[in-house]
């Protein structure tokens, strides 16, 4: 027992006996051969159902944070690992579709879909942790939960992105599933994209930077459980420098959390106007895949924030100058004030903000 208001016993359990280092471990596993037999044990945990989900979440937020960001790590590796590989990237969608054929032990649409819980469940959190009045939440808690959902918004976004739109575009081009339940799967995991999209700008919601505030705090008091119990679990080398890069990041990403740095990661990395792009004509096309129940207008909500926000990101000015601006900066100072006069030039150009956005608002009627 940890003794923690809020914290459910069976999650600190769980925690003093070791099980995050062990989830990690098989999703570090699965990364390394996610076609064959080790990705098995990973694939029955991703089909545990709905509540190991938040359970996960709660286990990043309560654990000790090396282990943490050691278990984001290794999701985004297992990520950009399936987004790399032509069989399990676009051949999956197509062959679970057109074919029924499995073509791997860690089927896609089924990680997207838990992938996509578990984002929707840091989402949750991390809107209670940053509203401390409505339910308390531990300070260390808080802080660690907000640099692990930082740290992970940078993993995981651009393949999760990557991902949903190989699976969008298919759609687009005619591509029907075996069924319903792909075409359900494949909206649940643009659903939990879009609200993971937003993770970053309801942190900036709080004046005080949380990012910072989070960054800078101890990570004493009533944070990690299950250290002791982690040094026991199964590790190798590659998940200690998991560990200690995601700290870096994580530490980074707090220190950089502004407009400019979120900018970077949506337009750039994420590449969210061609994929909302993409999600504006497919959607439509899933309606009828859709049960009546499904919650379609809240979908369309966070669709539409999320198109402001991108809009918003897109017109706020000029991306800053990159290494290439910054070589022709430092040359200049060896050479005439002409030089330096041409090394400026590049800032009087147009602002790629002033591209206008390849969007059609009029399929979202």
Known sequence: MCGIAGLPSVVAEA???GLLPCVEHLLRAAGRAPRGPEAVPAEGLLNTGRCFHHFLALMLMYGEERQALAAVASVGKLLRCLVNDPVLGAAAWASSWEAGVDPSPLYVPCFVSALGMTC?????????????????????????LLRVVS??????LPALSRLVRLGLELVGRGGRASGDIDQLVLMDGL?????????PESLRT??????RAAAASPKSGAGPIGAAAGDRAPSDAGS???????????????????????RALLL??????????VALEAVPLLWDAVADDHPRGMLLVDLVRVLCSVAAAAASGAPEPGPAAQGAAAASTTTTTTTTTAAAA??????????????????LR
């Open 15 to 17: 925690l003093e006996a």
């Open 151 to 156: 740290f992970a918004a940078c993993h995981w």
């Open 120 to 144: 929707s469940a840091l989402a949750s959190l991390t809107e209670q942790a940053l509203q401390p009045a409505a339910r308390p939440v531990p300070a260390a808690a808080a802080s660690q």
């Open 240 to 262: 200690s420098s998991d560990a200690a890069s995601g700290e870096a990041v994580a530490g980074r990403a707090g220190a950089d959390a502004d407009d400019a740095g979120w």
């Open 268 to 277: 750039d990395d994420v590449g969210a106007v061609s994929l909302l792009e």
């Open 346 to 363: 590049p800032s009087t150009g147009p602002a790629p903000s002033r591209t206008p956005l390849p969007w059609r608002p009029a399929s």
């Open 191 to 199: 659903w939990a994209l879009l609200e993971f999209m937003q993770l």
């Open 206 to 211: 709080d004046p005080a930077a949380a990012l």
